[in-house]
């Protein structure tokens, strides 16, 4: 397959990217720290928002599944509503921020719209990705589909573009003067509109259509999970995604009371995504000699390296811990590109895989909520934050807190992730 056909399919990954990171990590902050939401009330709205999130996703997967992923309407429908909601979080009504309870019902509601509207186009999406050259002309010597791949690559490769512009962009709108702020953050948002729309323009208008456009059948939730192949992956990637949401849920509380350098944040988050970016298409290189499945289980041994050196850091270790975010971000390169690919290998029966991704969707969005419990975890094991730490035991304590639920916990999640993979060949 070209390249163009591949960049125009792989397009749409960055505005995705650039929604899916305000919403999940920048949006609370904001809410409560610039607009004066109580962090209580709004960590209850973004649970309630998150568990709908959830268990929409193989629903909307049906739908998919019925209507075909490159229906030009539904992926229209789904933009207009994304950007609607991306434009309403940053910017709600003066009359709405001057009521408390107006202005968290109003989280709720753009929270809502936004999750399932970047599910709706998410799902569509990456279905539309499995179908690409599905063809057995398309299949190599190893089994593996050079296409599926090559779409992964430049989906995912978009998407941590989206992912830095997301990260940098709200961090430098919120610091800018108060009087200027609103006019920024309609920009953005302006831009953001405008990004997603060319993109889904570009899918719908030049992008190679999926091979397959049967009629779909209908799968129920049941028939997914009893389905051996299917089951043993995802609970493969559950594990693993669960090792890669703990990590992330505590990465601030690690560098500011483990590394205690929080004004190195921004240069190890872009060591991060940018190491992602650059090792997402050496993964794929290695993924199309030596079989997908392979090269996730390497990606794996070289994650639980990055946890164990970063349990032996300290305070200080700023260099050490940038090399260790730069491990993990060649990690990332495999988690983002391979397993979607290797589930669209698994599965036989291609007219279902909106099906199967809506259920593939829930468990990584199941494993980012049950990732928010290693925050009363770190209570429970006695974390206070350097700003309370008061003794040199509280200290010890707390640093011992943050290397077992931060490093510890996710390097058992993705031992066991790395056995049940080596154990699901079928």
Sequence with gaps: MKITALLCYGLLGLPLAMAALPVYVQ????????????????????????????????FLGKIVDKIRSDNPYWLVASGMLLCAAFYGLWLPPEYVRQQEFLLLLWLGLMLILAYTAHSMLNIA???????????????????????????????????????????????????TPADQ?????????????????????TLVGASPKPAHHMLQA???????????????????????????????????????????????????????????ACGLPLWIKFARKYTTRFAWQSSMLLAVCSFVGAAFLGAGDSTAFLFVCIVSGLVLGADLALPPVLLAESVAD??????????????????????????????????????????NAIKDQSQLALIITYALIPCLCKLIAFQLLRRSRS
Excluded: C
């Design 218 to 276: 209908k799968i129920h939730l049941q028939q997914i999970l009893a389905a051996p192949i299917f089951r043993r992956l995802a609970i493969v990637y559950f594990f693993n995604s669960l090792s890669v949401a703990i990590p992330a849920t505590l990465l601030l509380f690690f560098i500011n009371d483990q590394i205690r350098t929080p004004e190195k944040t921004g240069l190890f988050l872009a060591g991060y995504f940018f190491a992602g």
């Design 181 to 201: 702020r609103q006019d920024y953050l309609w920009q953005y948002s302006l831009g953001f509109g405008f990004i997603l729309t060319a993109s889904i323009w």
């Design 27 to 58: 949006i609370p902050n904001y809410y409560t720290t610039q607009l004066g939401l109580p962090l209580a009330g709004t960590g209850l709205m973004l649970f309630f928002a998150r568990l709908i999130d959830t268990v929409q996703d193989p």
């Design 350 to 391: 291609k007219s279902s895989l909106g099906s199967y991704y809506g259920v593939w969707s829930l468990i990584g969005k199941l494993s980012l909520a049950l990732a928010g419990l290693s925050l009363p975890l770190l209570h429970l094991l006695g974390f206070q934050s350097a700003l309370q730490s008061s003794t």
């Design 125 to 175: 999406y990456l279905t539309w990705g499995a179908g690409l050259g599905t063809q057995a002309t398309e299949i190599n010597l190893t089994g593996e589909n050079p296409s599926l791949l090559g779409a992964a690559a430049w989906r995912e490769g978009f998407g941590l573009i989206g992912v830095i512009l997301a990260s940098i962009l709200p961090a430098w709108i919120l610091q």
